[in-house]
């Protein structure tokens, strides 16, 4: 059972979403619906995350071993703040991981705020103990991180020292392409010893309730090519992670479930469903999936085209991809790429899982497209500057644009529309709602 929440903060999110305060209620009850908010955090604004709501993009932030300038990283938290993002997670691993968190938590606000401790537990371990870090050291990181206001955590519990052994010894290509999951397994295999989250998993638990913060279980064996996509190892985590997320339901700690990774796009809807059925409808945080291994310089747009998909069929909360990844650590334009092309993959599959109520917007620009209002349209745009831009590249003052010129469609049909009654919002949305009814 989720924290007493503040019954304003239950009506914000409520009307946000366009569903009821009892509906949010039965969904945080049972797990389905998570809503961030670390004890600590002076403000954070809402977001609830789960079935029957609009799904979410995260941005992941973070300077790397051998990139560290956090001007760059303050600067794309606030680009993913400005153009809509609903969390941020920081990725740091390279210069002082302490001092980067608090101020990106800064920068970050008012969003929910996200970490991988592993790799602060990992790069601080090393250096003091060598590869022999206590167990409870990683423990600790946690803990340190949730006085910090950290939201939600990736903790990478669902792979065993088995699950670890076999993936090195196993057949795959790329035995593990998770940061943070490869650190564990190294740690687990060099000290013969099983996952520290594991171990610890009950501290663990009433660290996380103690803050109210979510745990989000990682997905270490989560396939790095689409030819790893849905092998033994995949899975095998992802039951080991459907039984802890509902252990953590059961004793009041809020959770959600990462999962893949690189799939071909037949398999995306399968992994949706077998997440949601193995967990009982735990909120599912995924990455991509990117469905194509080759599309290098565009994987923002590799990954969109199954992040629209698993949105449509239920996924949750959609990491971004950037243009560099696989390349290089993203500047501060490729993040807003990156966003905007997530942002537009969750709300196409919301478009699908939530109908009409998700189609708002595209009522709007159909409208103002139809009327060629210019102005609207570029208001409505994902990025209004960009849009402004490509109108305005070779003349900005036609009625219509530069694509047809005087042989636009609108401008050819303008005395017939005129005589047409207006078309309204409600109109094209009760559309949508009767071309869903077939498909449904
Ligand atoms: S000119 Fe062509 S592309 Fe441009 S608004 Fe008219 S019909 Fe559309």
Redesign the pocket.
């Known amino acids: 059972m989720h924290r007493n929440v503040d019954e304003s903060v239950l009506k914000d999110v409520a009307k946000f979403e366009g569903v009821d305060v009892e509906f949010l209620l039965r969904g945080l009850s049972s797990g389905r619906i998570i809503l961030f908010g670390n004890v600590k955090r002076s403000f954070v604004k809402p977001v609830a995350i789960g079935e029957g709501l609009f799904t979410k993009v995260n941005v992941n932030i973070g300077t790397s071993g051998t990139v560290v300038d956090l001007g760059m990283e303050v600067k794309k938290a606030r680009v993913a703040v400005d153009f809509g993002a609903d969390t941020i997670m920081d990725l740091s691993t390279g210069g002082n991981l302490d001092e980067i968190r608090r101020t990106l938590i800064e920068a970050s606000k008012p969003l929910p705020f996200g970490t991988v401790p592993t790799y602060q537990a990992w790069i601080e371990g090393v250096a003091r103990f060598g590869t022999a870090i206590p167990s409870d050291y990683f423990i600790s990181v946690v803990e340190r991180q949730l006085r910090d206001g950290v939201d939600f955590m990736t903790i990478h519990a669902g792979v065993s020292r088995e699950l670890a052994l076999k993936a090195v010894r196993g057949s795959r290509l790329m035995p593990s392409v998770s940061r943070g999951g490869t650190m564990l397994a190294v740690w687990m295999l060099e000290n013969a010893s099983e996952n520290p989250y594991l171990k610890h998993w009950d501290y663990l638990l009433e660290l996380f309730r103690e803050y109210n913060a979510v745990i989000s279980l990682g997905d270490a064996l989560r396939p790095g090519t689409i030819f790893d996509a849905h092998d033994e190892l995949q899975i095998a985590e992802l039951v080991n992670n459907a039984r802890l997320a509902r252990d953590a339901i059961s004793k009041g700690v809020q959770v959600m479930i990462e999962g893949p990774g690189h799939m071909t796009m037949d398999r995306v809807v399968a992994d949706i469903k077998l997440e949601k059925s193995l967990s009982g409808g735990v909120p599912y945080y995924v990455l991509g999936p990117l469905v194509t291994d080759a599309a290098v310089g565009y994987d923002h747009i590799a990954t969109a085209i199954g992040a629209a998909i698993a949105a449509a069929a239920g996924a949750d909360l959609i990491c971004y991809l950037t243009p560099s990844e696989h390349l290089s650590l993203p500047n501060v334009e490729q993040v807003k790429e990156g966003l905007i092309a997530a942002k537009i993959a969750a709300h196409a599959g919301d478009l699908v899982k939530l109908g009409p109520r998700a189609a708002k917007s595209d009522a709007e620009i159909s409208i103002a497209?139809a009327k060629?209002d210019w102005s609207k349209q570029i208001e409505l745009a994902p990025d209004p500057g960009r849009a402004l831009a490509m109108r305005t590249q070779f003349e900005g003052n036609l009625k219509?644009?530069?694509?047809?010129?005087q042989?636009?469609?609108?401008?050819l049909l303008e005395k017939y529309l005129k005589s047409r009654k207006e078309t309204t919002l409600n109109e094209l949305m009760n559309k949508l709602e009767v071309s869903r009814s077939y498909v449904l």
Not at 400 to 405: F, N
């Open positions: 497209r060629l219509s644009c530069t694509m047809c010129g042989y636009c469609v609108f401008l």
